[in-house]
């Protein structure tokens, strides 16, 4: 499954971005699976919680993908 996530930032934090997409409840359970390895970013596995994504990024966790894009007003 696949997903846009529009941001109005430069970036949004790795686990921020979990929480924002409604993929992990708390920012605790975020920080458990991006230190574990549960998360691929732009097709590479990334434990940095505080990794700051970008338009045009790419985030996957299981088999649900997040595409990151500037939002249009």
Same mark, same amino acid.
Request: charged share 25%.
């Given at each position: 499954? %696949? =997903? #846009? $996530?529009? $941001?109005?930032? =430069?970036?949004?934090? *790795?686990?921020?971005? *979990? /929480?924002?997409?409604?993929?992990?409840?708390?920012?605790?359970?975020? /920080?458990?699976? $991006? &230190? #574990?390895?549960? !998360?691929? @970013? #732009?097709?590479? @596995?990334?434990?940095?919680?505080?990794?700051?994504?970008?338009?045009?990024?790419? !985030? %996957? $966790?299981?088999?649900?993908? *997040? #595409?990151? =894009?500037?939002? &249009?007003?």
């Amino acid at each position: 499954m %696949s =997903e #846009n $996530i529009a $941001i109005k930032t =430069e970036f949004i934090k *790795l686990d921020a971005l *979990l /929480k924002f997409a409604g993929i992990c409840e708390t920012g605790g359970i975020a /920080k458990e699976v $991006i &230190q #574990n390895g549960g !998360v691929c @970013v #732009n097709g590479e @596995v990334c434990t940095m919680r505080g990794k700051k994504i970008r338009p045009g990024d790419t !985030v %996957s $966790i299981d088999d649900y993908t *997040l #595409n990151i =894009e500037a939002f &249009q007003e």
